[in-house]
């Protein structure tokens, strides 16, 4: 079983920064890692997307604004947000599934096995 688990979320001001974490307890082979939201009253969305080769996937509301990364070694996906606007807040999932997906269903959440519980975001204007 894989577990993941998120942190780094929390309040900032409209403008602000975030970054979010998590850990992945099986890193391995081909794969797909994701950050999903989802926001009181609607549905769960991509974010950003990165697989086992880097290869990184946007949102067109996340382009410019947030950056996708990975820690192999640490087992560790994450999230950089800047330019923060009160649209942003909701929840923050991460998702990862074996074997990787072509970049075209990087936003398929049905396509993932493995999800951790969430870290919530707050932004104020």
């Known amino acids: 079983q894989v577990q993941l688990r998120e942190s780094g979320g929390g309040s900032v001001q409209a403008g602000g920064s975030l970054k979010l974490s998590c850990d992945i307890s099986?890193?391995?082979?081909?794969?797909?890692m994701t950050w999903f939201r989802q926001a009181p009253g609607k549905e769960r969305e991509g974010v950003a997307s990165?697989?086992?080769?880097?290869?990184?996937t946007y949102a067109d509301f996340a382009k410019g604004r947030f950056s996708i990364s990975q820690d192999k070694m640490k087992k560790s996906l994450y999230l950089h947000m800047a330019q923060l606007n009160a649209e942003d807040s909701g929840m923050y999932y991460c998702?990862?599934?074996?074997?990787?997906?072509?970049?075209?269903?990087?936003?398929?959440?049905?396509?993932?096995?493995?999800w951790g519980q969430g870290t919530p975001v707050t932004v104020s204007s």
């Open positions: 998702a990862i599934r074996f074997p990787r997906l072509n970049p075209s269903w990087a936003f398929a959440a049905n396509e993932y096995t493995f």
């Open positions: 099986v890193v391995a082979g081909g794969y797909t």
């Open positions: 990165i697989d086992n080769d880097d290869a990184t």
